[in-house]
């Protein structure tokens, strides 16, 4: 099983060099691995092995070791605006050493625009996720454990009373279905994925909304917001150009509307400031070879705060240069949108900003960690700044890296909308990339394939 080292990395001028250089020092530090982890924290009566230690300041951290060996370690607490925020996320691959992947990761804003323009909300700032808005979890809703903390009935709880510890967040390890399956003519390996998965709900107006967070046995973060509970009865109108009629023949159309969520990731790969950007494109070079077209392909280094929009085979990945993996590749994780509805948020409409490497509508965003940038719009910290447009106008370089993920869902209500709402979900994954240097929890016969497989029968 590969462990991960840590490495100076010697910059070079040539590519080439620098693949040599680093698989050299890569080499060296395997024999000056880091002590082994300190005591880990217990999770109900499981003693977990390997686990990070992680020193949280509200509520005993959450450590699960899935079943394939690898362990998840993080804090938790509950935001009177943002509801569920995760701290020190910490992922231990099995038989490896404990890794920091997020310094904190929580929704940062919830906008929900009406396409008739006569309403529009903003959840997270206006409302908030927390407080008296975050509900109580009964063994229906959560099937694993329920976990109590104490929510005050209003904002950080320093005015007023009326708080209490209440069952608000569910911990449930869970099947994730199939991991691989591979018959290589000497052996046929395969496996089931098992996920840590957390979650709470919110209940905001007539909406109820899932805050929740999937985390793999192979190292993957997924983050979605799920939405149930019922159409506003408010918005309703009788114009096919806004809405969808739900009711009995050409009646009651319910307004369309958007749920546009961004979610704020603060990284700490690598350790706090230590993050690099990269954004991976590839395009058809209109060249067609003997049997199929080429397509070419590479990184950009993003190295300043800015925005950047979904494009065909796009991606990004926050890099952290100067630690390797046992191939000697830099450790990093990739930010995977799925299916997302474009959106420009309605405060960067009203305030465009303009200006190089900044979009009003994006679907990501970079910017250098700062505490109080906290929300995507309506940032209550008028000082540093309003939003995200705000935040990366002047362009300062990236190290301590946030990733601002905007995932848009276009509700057209249907007639089974009605009565509850079936979920709707809305997310994105963080997928690791040179984490390892083989994938995590490697069978044995496996354990040989590093590179181009040697032929065998
Ligand atoms: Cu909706």
Sequence with gaps: MSELSRGRRV???????????ALVVAAVLIVERAAPAAPAPRSDDQAVTGAAAVDCAENEPIARQLAGGSTWTMCWRVDASRGLVLEDVHFTPAGARPLQVLAELSIGQLEVPYDTG????????????????MMSLTPTECLGERLETYVPKIGDGSVGGGGARRPVLCQEERDGGLAYRSDDGASTEVARRTELRLATISKVGWYEYVSQYTFGSDGTIRSDLGATGDLSPEDYGDDPAYGWPVGPGDSDYATSHSHNAVWRVHWALGGPGGQAVEQYDAAPTG???????LVEGGLTRVTHEGTARAADRRWWRVVSPEVLNEDGHPISYQVE?????????????????????????????????????????????????????????DRAPLSDVVTWVAVGFHHVARDEDQSPMEMHWQGFTLTPRDLTAQRVEVPPSREGVNGRPAPHH
């Design 118 to 133: 006569v309403r529009n909300t903003e959840d997270i700032t206006t409302q908030g996720f927390g407080g008296s808005h």
């Design 337 to 393: 949108l799925g299916a997302t509805t474009p959106f420009q948020l309605t405060q960067d409409h009203k305030h465009p900003d303009g200006g190089e490497g900044v979009d009003d509508g994006y679907t990501i965003a970079f910017s250098e960690a700062d505490d109080c940038q906290l929300f995507a719009t309506s940032n209550k910290e008028g000082a540093c700044g309003a939003g995200v447009l705000d935040f990366v106008r």
């Design 287 to 293: 060249e067609i070879g003997p049997r199929s077209p």
């Design 11 to 21: 910059l070079p001028a040539a590519v080439a060099a620098a693949i040599i250089v």
